[in-house]
């Protein structure tokens, strides 16, 4: 069966035979149960193709979260090391402080003992 291209041409080989029809290549042939089910594949495959894409822009974007994740660690773990950095710089500090309390002690003691050592002579 083909479906009528409705350009008022005559099907017919000789217009003077009746019934005797050639047939036309711009005719599509209609196949009603068959189209319908193609339609309906193509629409689950479109829905297939559909869900397939969510699924690669949610890996997509699970990776940039993983991503980020893993940025935030590394500028975490940057932050520890300078935060260690600075205490060993406090405690540097602190034991140079303890040398030249030392050394002002020790400083004060030789005086002592020189003016003693003066005093004595």
Known sequence: MY???NDGASDTVDPGQ???TRPVKDRLPVVRGYDRRRRESAVI???A???SREQ???AREDNV?????????REGVATSREDAAHLREGETTSREDAADLREGKAASREREIHATEKRQA
């Open 65 to 73: 979260h993983f991503r980020e994740n893993a940025a935030d660690l």
């Open 3 to 5: 479906r009528a291209d």
């Open 56 to 58: 690669l822009v949610t």
């Open 49 to 51: 193709a559909v869900l």
């Open 18 to 20: 009746p019934g005797v």
């Open 45 to 47: 495959g479109d829905e």
